[in-house]
């Protein structure tokens, strides 16, 4: 899928967000869970840092996406901090900068989260905490397993129902789950497909 991504601003308080126009899709999740990896492989450039001291970016990335370079964009991107360093953590916002909790809760044009969960390892309390506070908030979300690559076919089969019933996971019409590889691009054109309806509803 051609894309042509322009990084926008890295914003730390509600101020900061770029004008609420564009549909924009927001990526989630623990991390190291693959997000700056994926998003990479989305936008056929290197867009967003790989992490190799996880837990610097504290602020949210937006990227405009474009069909063709002459056009203006399509979709936002909105690239969130990981979470999940703290072992103990009451309430995922607790870990949260501010400026996450409105911008998930108020930001009119957020049409799509898409969460990202590693489909290697079992549910994780932190990613269950997150849906549970989507739901909480009304926002549409599909569930993205990482680093399928790692999984047998009979691995990625097994992932795929061990996740939907760790995570409680509604219909898939309602609650969908997509395995993804940042590494050979599987589960991408998909990904795409969702996130092209996402912004034209
Ligand atoms: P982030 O912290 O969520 O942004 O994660 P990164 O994109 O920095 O990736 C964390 C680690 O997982 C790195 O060592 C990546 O090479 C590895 N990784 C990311 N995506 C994939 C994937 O699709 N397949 C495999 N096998 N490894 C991946």
Not at 30 to 47: E, P, T
Not at 173 to 182: I, R, V
Request: positive net charge; proline residues 8%; charged residues 20%.
């Amino acid at each position: 899928m051609p894309a042509f991504p322009r990084f926008l601003l890295s914003a730390t308080a509600p101020a900061h967000f770029p004008p609420a126009s564009v549909p924009e899709v927001a990526f989630l999740g623990r991390s190291n869970v693959g997000k700056s990896s994926l998003l990479n492989a989305l936008l056929g450039s290197k867009q967003a840092h790989v992490s190799s001291t996880p837990g610097r970016t504290r602020s949210i990335n937006f990227f405009a996406v474009s069909d063709r370079v002459d056009q203006p964009p399509r979709v936002l991107f909105a690239d969130l901090p990981g979470y999940g360093y703290a072992k103990i953590s009451k309430s995922i916002s607790a870990e949260w900068p501010s400026f996450i909790d409105p911008y998930l809760r108020e930001r009119p044009t957020l049409a799509l989260c898409l969460c990202l969960i590693d489909a290697n390892i079992p549910p994780q309390e932190s990613d269950a905490q997150l849906l549970a506070f989507l739901r909480d908030a009304g926002r549409r979300f599909l569930l993205v397993g990482t680093k399928a690559d790692r999984l047998s076919g009979n691995g990625r089969v097994k992932a795929l129902i061990a996740l939907r019933q760790g995570f409680d996971l509604g219909t898939p019409e309602d609650e969908p789950l997509l395995l993804c590889s940042a590494k050979t691009g599987a589960g991408l054109k998909e990904l795409w497909s969702t996130i092209f309806a996402a912004a034209a509803s």
